[in-house]
């Protein structure tokens, strides 16, 4: 299972690299027209728009990837395949359908079918659609059917399976949006730790997408609590000092708690592998801190070690709860990021924001050490960890003609006729073998490769370095 979540993990990948620019642009959009949202700036309006263009098809962007990332040789057919699965899926459960399936009105449609093109449809539907891809890839139907065989076949089996999915989802949706709707207004009486309660879920149902159920309840309207409306007074009722205290703790784990995990992950990645990492881990952490976008840390390191996620979980909930707790409260329109705190100075129910910045620092702290602990004292596989990633990244080949380093692996491994699959990770080209009598070490180490692991009899991982995507694009040619 672990090995499961750790692949899913590495599917993610692609897609998180786009999101930190995204919300980086979107961050500075926002500062520079906050008020309108690009209505009254046409620079702000051109970066919202592009980063929001990313940022807010995040769910497609997992849909693809992941039916790429996931499938058996990571070829396209599968993250069309995804796609297809995404766009049944939504379809079917948008209040418009939902409505037509019902015989009501649009407005009477339960709300928790507004909330359906989430990150985790999106990897729902790579995942149906990266299984449909490495079981249907192969197909072969009648003479008359014959156009439809093969990698044809794919995106036609995914649809059903997303049907399926759908009618599933169908029934269960609403019935798990609404128990944490209700859920969230039985916390709401019991004050600051009600506060930490409800961040403790919203961070650990967003790999779900249903932390927005609970940011319903507490952000706007749902119980009358409306905490960003009546901070920003928008909406009437708000009390000082109360005002304000389901969106106070956030602004410390987004400045500050998050950026310190991110330095603690790059801290505690392997020596030969902390360039690599460095790219993502800090662009996740400058969007934390300016814009308070937390995907792209947050998906970087929940499906590789979901125990830290829970960790990151608890810290959150601890978090708004001591400040719920004090004579502080900030808000936000955007997100917890140093964009809406700077801001909220001027709001009506803000008070002493200033506070935030030294318990921003004794957070940050906090997030290094419990991070560093947790990730070397249970080996987490967070990103420069994984299991497949291992001291090969200072390999060079001998020979920097791909085609030919690749013709000589196929060669030493028996020839294309004794090759089932092959794919790659960071550093090892992975091919499944059908007689492993037929490997010859000598050839392809000939190659110029670092070393060859067989974790079983069909299995066989010729370990390149970082060039590897361009000799398993060399190979797979071969394999045609």
């Known amino acids: 299972m672990m090995k499961y979540l750790q692949r899913l993990g590495k599917s993610l990948m692609l897609p998180v690299a786009a999101l930190p620019v995204a919300s980086i642009l979107m961050g500075i959009g926002y500062w520079i027209d906050h008020d309108g949202w690009g209505a009254n700036n046409v620079v702000a309006a051109f970066l919202l728009k592009g980063g929001g263009a990313i940022i807010d098809n995040m769910a497609i962007l997992f849909a693809i990837g992941v039916a790429v990332g996931m499938s058996d040789d990571n070829d396209g057919t599968a993250g069309l395949a995804g796609l297809v699965s995404w766009l049944v899926i939504t379809t079917l459960l948008s209040p418009g359908a939902v409505a037509m399936f019902k015989h009501i009105k649009v407005d009477a449609v339960a709300p928790a079918f507004s909330k359906t093109q989430t990150q985790f449809i999106g990897i729902l539907a790579g995942l149906i659609g990266a299984y449909a891809y490495n079981k249907?890839?192969?197909?072969?139907?009648?003479?008359?059917?014959?156009?439809?065989?093969?990698?044809?076949?794919?995106?036609?089996?995914?649809?059903?399976?997303?049907?399926?999915?759908?009618?599933?989802?169908?029934?269960?949706?609403?019935?798990?949006?609404?128990?944490?709707?209700?859920?969230?207004k039985a916390i709401i009486a019991t004050g600051s730790i009600g506060a930490g309660i409800y961040a403790f879920f919203n961070r650990l149902l967003i790999p779900f997408g249903l932390h927005h159920a609970l940011n319903s309840v507490f952000w706007f309207d749902i119980a009358d609590i409306n905490d960003i409306g009546?901070?920003?007074?928008?909406?009437?009722?708000?009390?000082?000092?109360?005002?304000?205290?389901?969106?106070?703790?956030?602004?410390?784990?987004?400045?500050?708690?998050?950026?310190?995990?991110?330095?603690?992950?790059?801290?505690?990645?392997?020596?030969?592998?902390?360039?690599?990492?460095?790219?993502?881990?800090?662009?996740?952490?400058?969007?934390?801190?300016?814009?308070?976008?937390?995907?792209?840390?947050?998906?970087?390191?929940?499906?590789?070690?979901?125990?830290?996620?829970?960790?990151?979980?608890?810290?959150?909930?601890?978090?708004?709860?001591?400040?719920?707790?004090?004579?502080?409260?900030?808000?936000?329109?955007?997100?917890?990021?140093?964009?809406?705190?700077?801001?909220?100075?001027?709001?009506p129910m803000a008070r002493n924001p200033w506070l935030l910045i030294p318990i921003g620092l004794v957070v940050a702290i906090i997030y290094y050490v419990v991070f560093r602990f947790v990730i070397t004292k249970w080996n987490l596989k967070t990103p420069g960890r994984e299991d497949d990633l291992e001291d090969e990244f200072n390999v060079h080949l001998a020979n920097n003609d791909y085609t030919q380093v690749a013709e000589t692996i196929l060669k030493g491994v028996g020839g294309k006729g004794n090759v089932v699959?092959?794919?790659?990770?960071?550093?090892?080209?992975?091919?499944?073998?059908?007689?492993?009598?037929?490997?010859?070490?000598?050839?392809?180490?000939?190659?110029?490769?670092?070393?060859?692991?067989?974790?079983?009899?069909?299995?066989?991982?010729?370990?390149?370095?970082?060039?590897?995507?361009?000799?398993?694009?060399?190979?797979?040619?071969?394999?045609?």
Request: net charge positive.
């Open 136 to 184: 249907f890839k192969g197909t072969k139907l009648p003479d008359f059917l014959g156009f439809f065989s093969g990698k044809r076949s794919v995106a036609i089996v995914t649809a059903g399976f997303s049907i399926i999915a759908a009618l599933i989802l169908f029934f269960i949706w609403p019935v798990i949006y609404g128990a944490l709707v209700a859920f969230g």
């Open 230 to 347: 009546k901070f920003w007074g928008t909406k009437a009722g708000g009390v000082f000092g109360q005002t304000g205290m389901y969106m106070t703790g956030f602004f410390p784990v987004m400045m500050f708690g998050l950026p310190a995990a991110a330095l603690a992950m790059y801290h505690t990645a392997k020596d030969n592998k902390k360039k690599i990492v460095y790219g993502l881990l800090m662009a996740g952490a400058l969007s934390s801190f300016f814009t308070g976008i937390t995907e792209p840390l947050e998906f970087a390191f929940m499906f590789l070690a979901p125990g830290l996620y829970v960790v990151h979980a608890v810290l959150t909930g601890i978090s708004v709860a001591v400040c719920a707790a004090l004579p502080i409260r900030s808000g936000f329109n955007f997100s917890a990021g140093f964009v809406d705190w700077f801001l909220s100075f001027q709001a």
């Open 421 to 480: 699959s092959a794919d790659n990770c960071v550093t090892r080209l992975r091919l499944e073998i059908k007689d492993y009598t037929l490997i010859n070490e000598k050839v392809i180490k000939s190659a110029g490769i670092s070393g060859i692991i067989r974790p079983s009899k069909t299995s066989l991982q010729v370990i390149v370095g970082t060039q590897v995507q361009f000799v398993a694009d060399e190979f797979k040619k071969l394999l045609r």
